[in-house]
């Protein structure tokens, strides 16, 4: 049975692959679990035929379901036939990589989301262009993942001030709550998933079990 949802969604990410691998089978063990919205599969093959193999055999879990499925290579979305794009940028790349990437999938209506925003006026300037959303804490290709309580701080900055949705990374299983209580749209995660010793179905049973908590204390405050 299917969670019930709030207005407070998951967002899915897998590791960076370079094949499918067993990745099908583990993402459908998950998605009936919780209230997913999208997943995002990062790629380190960047050739097509290799993006193709995998978008498809990910979009035939994800696409009967209703979640988007989302990449990190803007350039390939169409070619591989996926749903939308997830793009990391810096601030000497924002301005120079956003309006190419929202002309070419806007215009076959496509996600855009922006990640790798360190300072809120980066935040901001991609805010103002057409993204779906943009996203805090979002793990660097090395891992990297900033403080949960710098990822709160600015998530709940931008719930408070802006209409575009953000999504915001839980790191662990307790930071879902963390960032239900901020005001998150989407509260991705990944590593809390993946790497939990129980197996990622239990785990994402507390995630969202985390969410909804949170998220309906949120709306009786």
Request: no cysteine; proline share 4%; hydrophobic share 45%.
């Given at each position: 049975m299917s969670a019930p949802q709030t207005n407070q969604r998951l967002y899915l990410m897998l590791p960076p692959l370079d094949e499918a691998g067993d990745w099908p089978q583990k993402l459908k063990s998950v998605l009936g679990v919780g209230d997913i919205a999208c997943v995002l599969a990062p790629l380190t093959a960047r050739d097509e035929g290799s993006a193709k193999k995998i978008v498809k055999a990910l979009i035939d879990v994800t696409e009967p379901l209703g979640v988007a499925l989302l990449i990190d290579a803007p350039s390939l979305v169409m070619r591989a036939g996926a749903d939308g794009a997830h793009m990391?940028?810096?601030?000497?790349?924002?301005?120079?990589?956003?309006?190419?990437?929202?002309?070419a999938l806007k215009k076959?209506?496509?996600?855009?989301?922006?990640?790798?925003?360190?300072?809120?006026h980066d935040a901001?300037?991609?805010?103002?262009?057409?993204?779906d959303y943009v996203s805090f804490g979002d793990p660097a290709p090395d891992g990297y993942v900033p403080p949960i309580d710098q990822i709160a701080e600015r998530a709940g900055w931008w719930a408070e001030i802006f209409n575009v949705p953000c999504v915001a990374h839980a790191a662990t299983l307790a930071d879902v709550a963390t960032l239900t209580k901020v005001g998150a749209d989407f509260i991705s995660l990944r590593e809390a998933i993946w790497d939990d010793a129980r197996g990622?179905?239990?785990?994402?049973?507390?995630?969202?079990?985390l969410l909804d908590a949170n998220a309906n204390a949120r709306e009786r405050e």
């Open positions: 990391r940028v810096t601030t000497d790349t924002l301005e120079k990589l956003v309006p190419d990437a929202i002309k076959e209506d496509r996600i855009l989301g922006i990640g790798g925003l360190r300072a809120k901001m300037i991609a805010g103002e262009y057409d993204v990622p179905v239990a785990a994402m049973q507390e995630a969202q079990a």
